[in-house]
Nanobody
Framework: QVQLVESGGGLVQAGGSLRLSCAAS????????MGWFRQAPGKEREFVAA????????DYADSVKGRFTISRDNAKNTVYLQMNSLKPEDTAVYYC????????????????????WGQGTQVTVSS
């Protein structure tokens, strides 16, 4: 089992940047594929980005491609989401998730493909 704690959210103006962190504790962090999701009020939780256990493979939602970067530091048991050129439509609660399996593109885009979730961190982008 793994416990996930997100941090780094906040209020930022459109065009600004934030870096989210997700610290993991418990089982070996490097054995998990990791993902970021977000949920805006009244909307379903949606996929943002994912990264393989080694960090060599990454995927992004079309809406964030070119603006967001996911990375991980297995020595620090942490996954990051660097968010640049933020837009008001990026406003949401952002969740970190861990999948106890290899990186499978059929699964990592779906919330049901993950086994553990953090509590979320609020990101608000003002116009």
């Amino acid at each position: 089992q793994v416990q996930l704690v997100e941090s780094g959210g906040g209020l930022v103006q459109a065009g600004g940047s934030l870096r989210l962190s997700c610290a993991a504790s418990g089982r070996t962090f490097s054995s998990y594929s990791m993902g970021w999701f977000r949920q805006a009020p009244g909307k379903e939780r949606e996929f943002v980005a994912a990264i393989s256990r080694s960090g060599r493979s990454t995927d992004y939602a079309d809406s964030v491609k070119g603006r967001f970067t996911i990375s991980r530091d297995n020595a620090k048991n942490t996954v990051y989401l660097q968010m640049n050129s933020l837009k008001p439509e990026d406003t949401a609660v952002y969740y970190c998730a861990a999948a106890d399996r290899p990186y499978v593109r059929g699964l990592i885009f779906r919330a049901t493909g993950y086994d553990y979730w953090g509590q979320g961190t609020q990101v608000t982008v003002s116009s």
